[in-house]
């Protein structure tokens, strides 16, 4: 059969084709030809095939019958079959298939070649795909050559090292005494893969960090000779010497240094020099700086030293380089809790970032300015962050409003400064604000008892101009509902009070009922508003058309609402002043959070009208259930003796005495198999730092055959960006919870 | 550790992938196509670091890269190499290949995928840098080259010799 043609001519008849299909068939034809000229045994041409295989891989086209092949050219004895057996190997082979066992023994007969690039290739593909049983066989050939004086093998060495000792970690002790004299080496790549070896090794065992401490001096030596040594053609990347190793050895130190008194003293120097000498006009000499800048922030320096790496940043952050500023951002963001005044005096920078255009920066300046904030820089602050949610990508909006609800929870100068804060979220974000923000901002409100006629008469102004966002409109009706009466009087004292009539307030809200753009649960806040409007205002059979109306409403939720306030109207009309008072203000560590009281109206009504059962509600006793540094999780068992005796209600009240928040924040529990489990929605997912705030959450359980109550709770958090998940047993219920 | 470098051009045809993490097939043309997807779609004057795509590990791992006229150079990496490092490093490699194809362009890299991958096999081993020094790349490379050169012509003097040797015994046969 006609030669095979050469990988050249394939790309070039491939690279004709105008369409995929045309471009299919053109492989398939070759996989045809390549194949019988495999089953061939065709030593001569094998090579070749098996490049144009390895080409059409790339392609994303199937080579796996290739894998035999690739064997067989490593077996040659041939340099060129067994450089394309080799790179078939690393590209088409891994541990999963059977086959790659079969290169072991040829790998071993490699790494003794007479020839040094043979044995470079047996150990590039040993550190490249190496299963655990390769590296076990061939780890003491490759420590052999980690000895070996030949510096080309040297480095190739070092690196398969650190593979077997990543993929079988036992065998880290066998190459422990190749590595003391790694360092003395002249050659620069030598001692670049010496130093990954050595950090490879101190990231995985406590021991040989300890063990390696004393090279600190060794190292910081070497990293003295690349400072001072001068111009050197061979090793220099725009007018530094090798920054790759001096950043690999910094890396080294900070890892050495971390934890360690005696080793962070005897870097101090040479950071400061690196920190003061680099020249920063090209991006290699910012690697440097970045790499140092990092270093001093782990390991224990000086004050002086962590005060100069933070300006290094800060002057970071007034470079042009996007990326500089990228990487100058993310590190102030590690660092902003230890080291938390150096931070703030680059406040104004950072605000800045926040005007520019690139996503990502954009996205680290908003983290770093909330973690920034603080009592006294909050006006400031909120200024510009308000402005940044105005105009900010839709991904943003929601958690700069999170952020920002929470940042003006713990500082707020006045409440009149927090509810006007509130209001501009609402009014500018409010589709992106979480849903736990309503039952939150209706309590705040609430609490604020001074401030009630200028809120109502803020929230009816914003209906007004614009019902499409939810939470706006749904915190507005429930607040109309409640101060519906000082709205209609004009007894704002804060601002100008605005005239407004009652028809024209119950306008707005039957106009919420009817609209396109509320959902269900908005419809319900405002039947709701309405009927307490009732109470407040005078025009009753407004209200009672409004109400009998709903009663026949398709949706079953409304419909019962609608059913039971007519059932208020007509039957029990004597209580009704009483049941739609003034909501009394609510202390957010003992209810069940307002979300409940809100919603479940209707319900709560039913059971107070039914007078023949009184709820009894035991002496709550509390204890705590789950206690780990800083963050407490009380329970608090009430005990209902009606309508059903064996319904025992437990409150968890989470709360965290850290200085980061919790975020995301989910609790879950479980029971044994003779109780019913039940949990109602938790009242937010973010517990605040510095007790700042708590989580509440209600837990029902059904206990019919009166055993004591055991629980298994598991608490998933986020805290300080990373994730964390707690599980605990609670057993110390009172006896009175459950009998 | 590098988890991967691909090497593709403005449309997404992929010039050069290497991984150093196991990934079938399929998974491989997928981070392929991924990657060009949310590569292409960043601006000219935006910062060279983005969080890597959802099927090569997500935000723990990072792509950095850098668009050369119709070429992107993208290095996916883990959080334990140093950004502002890996760019440099692929300055470095973008200078070695220039000077081992002379002013190098796309079609270099086309029809000489096999030198490309030699190339990279001296810089980058098991998704850790192995050498940096551009003049010690380039000698290797080029030492490897030597010897696949003095084999063929092993090869082809070999079968010159053959043939010689043919042709002497056709000729004694003749001329007996």
Known sequence: MPAPIRLRELIRTIRT???????????????????????????????????????????????????????????????TDKRIGYLGAMLLLDERQDVHLLMTNCIKNDLNHSTQYVQGLALCTLG??????????????????????????????????????????????????ATKNLLSEKNHGVLHTSVVLLT????????????????????????????????????????????????????????????????????????????????????????ILYETVLTIMDIKSESGLR?????????????????????????LLKTVQTDHNAVQRHRSTIVDCLKDLDVSIK???????????????????????????????????????????????????????????????????????????????????????????????????ALLDDISQQPLVQVASWCIGEYGDLLVSGQCEEEEPIQVSEDEVLDVLEGLLVSNLSTPVTRGYSLTAIMKLSTRFSSLNRIKKVVSIYGSSIDVELQQRAVEYNALFKKYDHMRPALLERMPIMEKTATNGPSETVQTNGETDSTILDTKHLPSISQPASQVGFLKHGFSIQTCAHFRSNPNPNIAVITIHATNSTEADM??????????KTFQLQLLSPSSNVVPAFNQGSVTQVIRVLNPQKQQLRMRIKLTYTHKGSPVQDLAEVNNFPPQSWQ | ????????????????????????????????????????????NICNFLEGGLLIGGSENKLIYRHYATLYFVFCVDSSESELGILD???????????????????????????????????????????????????????????????????????????????????CIVSV
Not at chain 1, 265 to 272: F, K, R, V
Not at chain 1, 317 to 322: P, S, T, V
Not at chain 1, 376 to 387: A, D, H, S, T, V
Not at chain 1, 663 to 672: D, H
């Open chain 1, 663 to 672: 975020t995301e924040f989910v609790f879950q529990a479980a029971v044994p």
């Open chain 1, 363 to 461: 996205r680290r300046a908003m983290e770093l300015s909330f973690a920034l904030v603080n009592g006294n820089n909050i006006r400031g602050m909120m200024k510009e962050l308000l402005y940044f949610l105005d105009s900010c990508d839709p991904d943003f909006k929601a958690d700069c409003a999170s952020g920002i609800f929470l940042a003006a929870e713990k500082y707020a100068p006045s409440k009149r400064w927090h509810i006007d804060t509130i209001m501009r979220v609402l009014t500018t974000a409010g589709s992106y604000v979480r849903d736990d923000s309503v039952p939150n901002l209706i309590q705040l409100i609430t609490n604020s008892v001074e401030m009630h006629a200028y809120t109502v008469q803020r929230l009816y102004k």
């Open chain 1, 17 to 79: 084709a105008r369409t995929q299909a045309e471009e299919r068939e053109m492989i398939q034809k070759e996989c045809a030809a390549i194949r019988s000229s495999f089953r061939e045994e065709d030593n001569t041409y094998r090579c070749r095939n098996v490049a144009k295989l390895l080409y059409m891989h790339m392609l994303g086209y199937p080579a796996h019958f290739g894998q035999l092949e690739c064997l067989k050219l490593i077996a040659s004895q041939k340099f």
């Open chain 1, 307 to 331: 005060v100069l790496a933070i300006n290094i940043l800060g002057r970071f952050l007034l470079n042009n380089d996007k990326n500089i500023r990228y990487v100058a951002l993310t590190s």
């Open chain 1, 200 to 287: 490879e090794m101190c990231e995985r065992s406590p021991d040989m960090l300890s063990h390696f401490r004393k090279l600190v001096p060794q190292l910081v030596r070497i990293l003295k000779n690349l400072i001072m040594s001068g111009y050197s053609p061979e090793h220099d990347v725009s007018g530094i010497s090798d920054p790759f190793l001096q950043v690999r050895i910094l890396r080294l130190l900070r890892i050495l240094g971390k934890g360690d008194d005696d080793s962070s003293e005897a870097m101090n120097d040479i950071l400061a020099q690196v920190a003061t000498n680099t020249e920063t006009s090209k991006n290699v000499g910012n690697a």
């Open chain 1, 128 to 177: 490249c795909m190496g299963s655990s049983e390769m590296c076990r066989d061939l780890a003491g050939e490759v420590e052999k050559l980690l000895k070996t004086s030949n510096s080309y093998l040297r480095k190739k060495a070092a690196l398969c090292a650190v593979h077997v000792i990543r993929k079988v970690p036992e065998l880290m002790e066998m190459f422990l005494p």
């Open chain 2, 89 to 171: 490093l692929i300055q470095v490699f973008v200078e070695t290949l220039d000077k081992c194809f002379e002013n190098v362009c796309e079609l270099d890299l086309i029809f000489h995928m096999d030198k490309v991958h030699n190339i990279l096999a001296e810089m980058v081993m098991g998704g850790m840098v192995l050498e940096t020094n551009m003049s010690e790349i380039i000698t290797q490379a080029e030492a490897h080259n030597k010897m696949e050169k003095s084999e063929s012509e092993e090869q082809v003097s070999v079968g010159f010799l053959a043939s010689a040797l043919d042709r002497k015994q056709r000729r």
């Open chain 2, 1 to 44: 550790m590098i988890k991967a470098i691909l090497i593709f051009n403005n449309h997404g045809k992929p010039r050069l992938s290497k991984f150093y993490e196991h990934y079938t097939e399929d998974t491989e043309q997928q981070i392929i196509r991924e990657t060009f997807h949310l590569v292409s779609k960043r601006d000219e």
